[in-house]
């Protein structure tokens, strides 16, 4: 059974940093691309970041690129998003999917993680 842990959302200021956490199981994790989606409350959820199943390739949203980092440990099956320069329009509910990144098909999906900045 597949499972996608996302964790370390929270309450943060904006301008304030936070790293989110995604740990698989239950898939051959370095085979797959991950991605990070985001829903904000009565809107479409939206890719954020995107990185290939060696890490050497990562994709960007235009609203992420210069704040946002995603990086993956295959030893550990995690996917990272290291947010920083937070704004109020960063709240949203954060998922991660492992899929490909490249053809944005996606397997596997998370429950996702609250991420909330305050003004």
């Known amino acids: 059974q597949v499972q996608l842990v996302e964790s370390g959302g929270g309450l943060v200021q904006a301008g304030g940093s936070l790293r989110l956490s995604c740990a698989a199981s239950?898939?051959?994790?370095?085979?797959?691309?991950m991605g990070w989606f985001r829903q904000a409350p009565g809107k479409e959820r939206e890719f954020v970041a995107g990185?290939?199943?060696?890490?050497?390739?990562?994709y960007y949203a235009d609203s992420a690129k210069g704040r946002f980092t995603i990086s993956r440990d295959n030893a550990k099956n995690t996917v990272y998003l290291q947010m920083s320069s937070l704004k109020p329009e960063d709240t949203a509910v954060y998922f991660c999917?492992?899929?490909?990144?490249?053809?944005?098909?996606?397997?596997?999906w998370g429950q996702g993680t609250q991420v909330t900045v305050s003004s």
């Open positions: 999917a492992a899929g490909d990144v490249k053809r944005g098909r996606y397997d596997y």
């Open positions: 239950g898939l051959t994790f370095s085979s797959y691309g």
């Open positions: 990185i290939s199943w060696s890490g050497g390739s990562t």
